[in-house]
């Protein structure tokens, strides 16, 4: 691993540090409002200002970062699962089930997510905390969202089936669990971990969509994605640059992501 | 004046200079330079936007809001509500009296006035409509508060005068008129704005884009010097949904006028143009928090206990500090409520009142006469249940968003985990109207009418809208029922103090059960480009184009 990998390692172990102890490095309480000094600009005490309630900007991005580090790496892992599952599976077994899966895959692709989502809430009990609506909005994320990954997974596995080697290897006696594991999975690794890393920023910011409906993180827990809303006001963007914390935090984030799993890629 | 005249810088004006002679091109400079004084000129095309396509051109049954600013903009009516002064003002009627204790009406009407497309105004036009909007079978929203009179008896008497007796009396019943444009007898009942007695018709729409309502050449106002009125050749109303983008095409000079802004973007225009932007203090649309209180709700029992009990609402309202909902939430530009009542509807507001203090100290107070008491930082209830309830609210709506921010932490204050939570427009409806599966909301509201008769939907126990417990069979509280008595007895007298009596006395009774918290009355924002004249916002809709007609554009 060459020295910038190194470091890109090193920074992004120091940013997960950092927010998952937000408690320790936060300068304020997440949820504290302090009235006296709404938009206030970075100050010593606020080191990126107050928003609109006068809540310490640090403190929620701190906690933001910690919430959607945690969550929405976990639901990109369901749903790659799932995606695995079901796309691999019926593509690898063919004939019928390679068909069922297709069917399955495209009504899933058709469905109205958003109205889906919205009835699904709205069967939820209201009365839950915040913490609660945060697992249960990644939760169905990844529960739901594993049909366009598993449409990659399927065309390459399906390719990968009909492939020289593994029709070489099959010819050969090769027992099919031992063709899965050791010929299919490594060639569709890569393709998982893509889809992995593409669907953590996609449910970051499918939850702070959704939070506009209410079905998101709800106040006053803070996520990239709810804070990520502030940029809506792109009128006050050029007079208080600090505003775009979170935008940059989690492009560098995701782009430290990036940049050492493309290494990886490409070492492999 | 004859329809179809010019006035100064039209056309014809440009011909008759041509053909003048010196002389008279000099008498005429002179009545140019004296006619700089006046307001306005027959030019120009005023542009303002409505949130959706009207839903509806026919008068009578424009319900959402789109459809009512046509009607408000195209409608001659009999009796108008003047929105600056809040009284009633001669129209189409000259005059009116009623009598029979309060069951007839007789109103005289304008003579010598004519619709759009040229054709008279007759008594039988004024009665063909008003038939229709009592017609049971059409269901005309707008007939709707006349239907409340019984069965009715409407007839012209001559050529200008009409009556009308209705079974049970109805009180305030002038106003009601201000909502009944008259049409054509031929189109009575199915009228599209086209043939009208206000000072524009509908004259195109462009589905999705815009209505273009055209000048009525025939309009019968005039102004001081005799100049006949509008002075706007025409409005474009575009439909326009998104309110940032209604403020960008206001600083583009796409439009003209905006007649509701929230705080947010009335600070933008603010911070830019500060002449543009204007505050006209309270409006009549409070934002308000109540607590579900149907028995049948689908709570727990512990739970229904804690939301009818008058001290727990009154608890709650004392512990939320509505001068911080106010000067955070909606950037100062809303006052705390008093009452049910704003200020800003100056006859019916219960001057009496006394505003609510913050004082978290005084709700523990009243939590403890409840059984309820602290355990920690956690307030429990005689049982032992974590006071913990839920707020919904439509999500997208920031202020609101905010303020139901401050209520979870003011209630936190004295032990109470508020889960907040913006859900979409209809969720809402269907938990506050159908399940009743849900513990509190905060909502705003826009009274249309002044009167407190239009609010008997909302007040009277067995009303569907009234909003803690609706369609009650019978009243399920002794103040239900005290209330049901005073606003009864409100409507059912004509006179004026006694009705403002029996009003006073439901804010009271409103005020000591808490059944609705009222926390602030916004404040009316509104968004005037210095190209439009004679504009006078005041806080009722439509705000900056009540007076329409007297609206002309400069440069």
Redesign the interface.
């Known amino acids: 691993m060459s020295a910038a990998r190194w470091a890109a390692v090193a920074l992004l172990a120091a940013v997960f540090l950092i927010a998952l102890a937000a408690n320790l490095f936060a300068p304020a309480p997440y ?1 504290k ?1 302090f ?1 006296q000094d ?1 938009n206030h600009p970075p100050t010593q005490q606020y080191p990126l200002g107050t928003d ?3 809540r310490d900007r640090l403190s929620r991005l701190l906690y933001g970062m910690r919430i959607s580090l945690l969550l929405a790496p976990a639901a990109a892992l369901l749903s790659t699962l799932l995606a695995a599952i079901v796309g691999g599976a019926g593509a690898y077994i063919g004939g019928v089930w390679d068909r069922l899966t297709n069917v399955v895959i495209n009504l899933f692709l058709s469905l109205p997510w958003l109205f889906l989502l ?1 009835t699904v ?2 069967l939820l009990p ?5 913490l609660t ?1 945060v697992v249960i909005t990644f939760a169905l994320l990844g529960t739901l969202g594993w049909a366009a990954s598993a449409r990659i997974v399927a065309a390459t596995v399906r390719d990968l089936r009909n492939s020289e080697f593994v029709l070489q290897a099959r010819a050969s006696g090769c027992p099919s669990l031992r063709l899965l594991l050791r010929h299919v999975l490594p060639n569709v690794k890569p393709i998982l971990i893509a889809q992995f890393w593409i669907s953590v920023p996609l449910f970051i910011l499918t939850e702070a969509n959704l ?4 079905l998101g993180v ?3 827990l803070p996520s990239w994605g709810n804070l990520l809303r502030e940029l809506e ?1 792109y ?1 006050a963007l050029a007079h208080r640059p600090w505003l775009w914390a979170p935008l940059i935090s989690l492009v560098l984030v995701m782009s430290l992501f990036q940049f050492i799993l493309s290494g990886e890629e490409y070492a492999s | 004046m004859k329809a179809g005249d010019r006035l100064i810088g039209s056309s014809a004006e440009v011909r008759i200079k041509r053909r003048s002679s010196p002389c008279v091109l000099l008498v005429l400079i002179a009545f140019c330079f004296s006619a700089c004084g006046r307001p306005a000129q027959t030019t120009g095309e005023l542009r303002v936007t409505i949130k959706s396509d009207p839903k509806t051109f026919n008068p009578l049954m424009a319900e959402d809001d789109s459809s009512d600013i046509v009607r408000y903009l195209t409608g001659g009516v009999l009796i108008r509500v003047n929105r600056k002064t809040q009284e009633n003002q001669p129209e189409l009627a000259t005059s009116w009296t009623i009598d029979e204790n309060g069951r007839r009406i007789t109103l005289n009407l304008r003579p010598g006035i004519k619709f759009s497309d040229g054709t008279d105004f007759t008594a039988e036009d004024a009665v063909a409509t008003l038939k229709a909007a009592l017609d049971p079978n059409l269901h005309s929203p707008k007939g709707d508060a006349f239907r409340a009179g019984g069965a009715a008896t409407v007839e012209a008497h001559r050529k200008d005068k009409i009556s009308i007796e209705f079974e049970h009396p109805i009180a305030g019943l002038e106003r009601l008129f201000d909502e009944i444009a008259i049409s054509p007898s031929r189109m009575a009942g199915k009228a599209d704005s086209s043939v009208v007695l206000g000072p524009f018709s509908v004259g195109e729409q462009k589905a999705g884009e815009y209505v273009l309502l055209r000048r009525n050449p025939y309009y019968w106002k005039r102004d001081d010097s005799g100049h006949q009125l509008p002075y706007l050749n025409a409005v474009r109303l575009y439909v326009l949904s998104n309110r940032d983008t209604e403020l960008i095409r206001f600083r583009q000079g796409d439009i003209q006028l905006i007649n509701s802004m929230s705080p ?1 973007l009335y600070e ?1 225009l603010h911070s830019e143009d500060a002449s543009a932007a204007r505050d006209l203090g309270p409006s009549v649309e409070p934002e308000e928090l109540w607590f579900n209180e149907v028995r049948k709700s689908p709570l727990p029992e512990y739970k229904k206990n804690w939301l009818r009990s008058r001290n727990f609402r009154r608890a709650m309202s004392m512990a939320i500090n509505r001068a ?1 909902l106010a ?2 939430a909606l950037r100062g530009h809303a006052t705390p409520s008093i009452g049910i009542v704003s200020p800003a509807n100056r006859f019916w507001f219960n001057q009496n009142l006394q505003p609510t203090p913050y004082d978290p100290n005084g709700a523990l107070e009243l939590l403890k006469q409840d059984g309820f008491r602290k355990d920690g930082d956690v307030l429990k209830d005689k049982a032992g249940h974590p006071v ?3 707020l ?1 609210t439509n ?2 709506n920031k202020p609101r ?2 303020m ?3 209520v ?2 003011d209630l936190q204050q004295i032990g109470i ?1 508020v ?6 427009f209809p ?1 809402i409806i ?1 938990r506050v109207t159908r399940t009743f ?3 509190a909301v905060l909502l705003g509201f826009t009274n249309v009418d002044l009167d407190p008769n239009a609010q008997m939907n909302v007040w009277l126990s067995s009303a569907d809208l009234h909003e803690w417990n609706p369609a009650q069979k019978i009243p399920e509280t002794q103040w239900e029922a005290e209330i049901d008595k005073y606003m009864r007895a409100q409507a059912s007298t004509l006179d004026r103090k006694q009705r403002k009596l029996a009003f006073d006395r439901v804010q009271e009774i409103a005020a000591e059960e808490s059944p609705t918290i009222h926390l602030v009355d916004k404040n009316a924002l509104v968004a005037v480009s210095p190209k439009v004249k004679n504009v006078d916002p005041v806080v009722l809709t439509p705000q900056t184009y009540w007076n329409i007609e007297y609206l002309s554009l400069g440069k």
């Not at chain 1, 209201?126 to 915040?130: I, K, R, T």
């Not at chain 1, 939070?211 to 209410?214: A, E, F, I, K, V």
């Not at chain 2, 889960?419 to 979409?424: A, K, R, V, Y």
């Open positions: 949820a409002q009235r709404l609109e309630l006068g919205l809430r709205a209201l009365d839950v905390p915040a609506s939070g506009m409906l209410g709800t106040e006053p006001n009128g | 947010d933008q911080d000067r955070v913990s309830f839920s919904i999500a997208g968003e905010r139901g921010s401050l979870q932490q985990t889960n907040f939570i913006p859900l979409d969720s269907e599966n849900y513990d």
